[in-house]
Every structure is written in structure tokens, then in C-alpha cells.
């Protein structure tokens, strides 16, 4: 069965202090792995999209990096606007159909 | 603001009914994504569906069916609730046939069965 694990389950910052949330996956046949944002109440923000080990995408503060085994979301000097949960999902081809498996997300608060 | 909308906002319902959530996606949007996010369960994928035909199918019970109209908007419907079944109902909409790359995702719908 496909998993994705989230690490940790909450972080609380510093406005300023740079940190890194973690998504572990085992996944068989990887087609993507995203990153989205979602604040209270809210639907989820997509961010980035990675495919291969090795890459790297960046957004503001925001920089997503992926290995065969996890990927990180590192933030870099964090602001409270940045506070909210980060959802890490991976996608896979199973029976021919794209199916999105979603951890269960790193609440981030960034105090002033 | 997506560009995805959902109603109802708020539904209060009570167990062994029957509800239908409904979802229009963005512009031009041809795939509609529905997903269930409760607390013990994160968010859950349910189905997809494109230009009205079913393309992938996730954790989706038996109780629930959903059906994409030839105007692109979907419905989820969702009967014999149980007491379980009250979550948040997230609808999303992307461009693409297949893939989840850059879905935007609605507002949400929010079931509470009592």
C-alpha cells in the first residue's frame, strides 16, 4: 500500500529562523510528488509539482527538494503569513488511472 | 481565489439521509477531482472525473456516487450517512485528463451528520 508519512506533525518557528518539513514516501511506480498550502478552512494551495530525483523547485521562501525516498520543504526565514498546513502528496499509475495519495501535513506556526 | 466554487458551504444533516454536494470548476477545466478530509483521515482522494466519464476512483464508498454534467459541474452524492461520514468535501478542477498535476481546489463543503 502506498504511504506518505509527514514530519513533524507540528513546527513552531521564529519569524526568521529557517527550518525544513519532511515527506517520506514508499510508493511503487512515482509519478509526481506536490506540495500544497492550506489555511483554516480552506482548500489547498497547490505550490510545486517535482518528478525526479534530484530536483528542485523555488517560490519566495519556499524551496521543495526531492530524493527517491523523501522530499523536504525548506522555509527559508519564515514570516507569520507563512504559518498554515503544508500538504505533501504523491502521485502513482495504478490499474492505468492517476491516483493521489496525501500525507496527513505539517501545521507551521511562525511567531512574530 | 481558485476559480473553483462549491455548495453548499454548511450542510447539517442527520444519519440515513441522503445530500448532494455540488461543484463547478474553473473555466475551461475539464477534470473535476472530489476528496473527503476529516481529522483521523487527512485528506482522502475519492474520484475524478473528465469531460463527463469517469477516470479514476479512490477511496470512495459504495454509499457515495458522484456524476460530472455536460456543463463540466459535478455532483457528489453521498446517502445513508453515518455518523462518520461528517467531514470537509474538497472539490478541485485542472486542465489535464490525467494527473493531479496543479489542481485548484475549492472552498470546501462542511457535512456534519448528527
Known amino acids: 500500500e502506498d504511504q506518505v508519512t509527514q514530519s513533524p506533525e507540528a513546527l513552531r518557528l521564529q519569524e526568521g529562523e529557517s527550518s525544513s518539513l519532511n515527506c517520506s514516501y514508499t510508493?511503487?511506480?512515482?509519478?509526481?510528488l506536490f506540495w500544497y498550502r492550506q489555511d483554516p478552512g480552506k482548500g489547498p494551495e497547490f505550490l510545486f509539482t517535482?518528478?525526479?530525483a534530484g530536483e528542485e523547485k523555488e517560490k519566495e521562501r519556499l524551496k521543495a527538494t526531492l530524493t527517491k525516498k523523501e522530499s523536504f520543504l525548506h522555509i527559508t526565514a519564515p514570516k507569520p503569513e507563512d504559518s498554515a498546513t503544508y500538504l505533501c502528496?504523491?502521485?502513482?499509475?495504478?490499474?492505468?488511472?492517476?491516483?493521489?495519495?496525501f500525507g496527513r501535513g505539517t501545521s507551521l506556526i511562525v511567531h512574530p | 481565489d481558485s476559480g473553483v466554487t462549491q455548495t453548499p458551504k454548511h450542510l447539517i444533516t442527520a444519519t440515513g439521509q441522503r445530500v448532494t454536494l455540488r461543484c463547478s470548476p474553473r473555466?475551461?477545466?475539464?477534470?473535476v477531482y472530489w476528496y473527503q478530509q476529516s481529522l483521523d483521515q487527512g485528506l482522502q482522494f475519492l474520484i475524478q472525473?473528465?469531460?463527463?466519464?469517469?477516470?479514476a476512483k479512490g477511496n470512495i464508498l459504495e454509499r457515495f456516487s458522484a456524476q460530472q454534467f455536460p456543463d463540466l459541474h459535478s455532483e457528489l452524492n453521498l446517502s445513508s450517512l453515518e455518523l462518520g461520514d461528517s467531514a470537509l468535501y474538497f472539490c478541485?478542477?485542472?486542465?489535464?485528463?490525467?494527473?493531479?498535476?496543479?489542481?485548484?481546489f475549492g472552498p470546501g463543503t462542511r457535512l456534519l451528520v448528527l
Open positions: 478541485a478542477s485542472s486542465d489535464r485528463a490525467q494527473g493531479v498535476e496543479t489542481q485548484y
Open positions: 510508493v511503487s511506480g512515482l509519478r509526481g
Open positions: 517535482l518528478y525526479s
Open positions: 502528496a504523491v502521485q502513482t499509475l495504478t490499474g492505468g488511472s492517476y491516483i493521489p495519495t
Open positions: 473555466s475551461g477545466d475539464l477534470s
Open positions: 472525473y473528465y469531460n463527463g466519464e469517469e477516470r
